[in-house]
């Protein structure tokens, strides 16, 4: 099976500008998940979808990160205005379950740069 | 919110010597998952131990858990080249909404010397 497949690999954009990441999960899974690293700190959850419902967004840093998942399927997370301190790697796991006992899939990252 | 302590946050070894990195917690843990992921790469699931005391070995990878439920290591043994990259523990939690999540550790580098 396909793993979760992310894009743009790689984006290096201004300060201001406006940028939207994807993740494709693997197909089935209904659940989603949006992690962040940023350089020198640990991995940190931004939100979780289940199909096309947020089920929490406690983790999205400010009300410039917006992410939809429109038809349950692939998602999007758009920053706009991106700011410095967004620089980092951003992840994208998909799960079939939601219980606590198994291991997440993840994407291979956006690494998104800010200058 | 519940954190987890990683360490070491680097480790440079010579290919053949051993390797550990150790998570700790102040906070009784009810599972943790380990992740290694490649330079340039993405976290991949190693496994995941929710027993007390619990003892999972793959290969030269041995994974432990505290009889506490508190700490949990990951030993490599006669490490080689293809071990380079860094390894998160992870623990997988529910909020208050009911909702899973992974609390990470800041991830051990490994380098190995040829």
């Known amino acids: 099976e396909a793993g979760v497949t992310q894009f743009p690999s790689h984006s290096v954009i201004e300060k201001g500008q406006t940028v939207t990441l994807r993740c494709d999960p693997i197909?089935?899974?209904?659940?989603l998940y949006w992690y962040r690293r940023v350089m020198g700190k640990e991995i940190k959850f931004l939100l979780h979808f289940v199909k096309e419902s947020k089920q929490d967004e406690s983790g999205m840093p400010n009300n410039r990160f917006l992410a939809e998942r429109t038809g349950g399927t692939y998602s999007t997370l758009k920053v706009q205005p991106a700011e410095l301190e967004d620089s980092g790697v951003y992840f994208c796991?998909?799960?079939?379950?939601?219980?606590?006992?198994?291991?997440?899939?993840f994407g291979s990252g956006t690494r998104l740069t800010v200058v | 919110g519940q954190q987890v302590m990683q360490i070491p946050q680097y480790q440079h070894v010579q290919e053949g010597e051993d390797f550990t990195t150790y998570c700790n917690s102040s906070?009784?843990?009810?599972?943790i998952q380990w992740y290694k992921q490649r330079p340039g790469g993405h976290p991949v699931f190693l496994i995941q131990l929710v027993k007390s005391g619990e003892v999972k070995k793959q290969k030269r990878l041995t994974f432990q858990f505290g009889e506490a439920k508190k700490n949990s290591s990951l030993h490599i043994t006669a490490t080689q080249t293809t071990d380079v990259g860094t390894y998160f523990c992870?623990?997988?939690?529910?909020?208050?909404?009911?909702?899973?999540?992974?609390?990470w550790g800041l991830g051990t580098s490994l380098a190995v010397n040829p």
């Open positions: 796991a998909s799960s079939h379950l939601s219980g606590l006992n198994y291991g997440y899939t």
């Open positions: 197909s089935g899974h209904d659940n």
């Open positions: 906070t009784t843990l009810s599972n």
């Open positions: 992870a623990v997988a939690t529910y909020n208050a909404g009911n909702n899973r999540k992974l609390i």
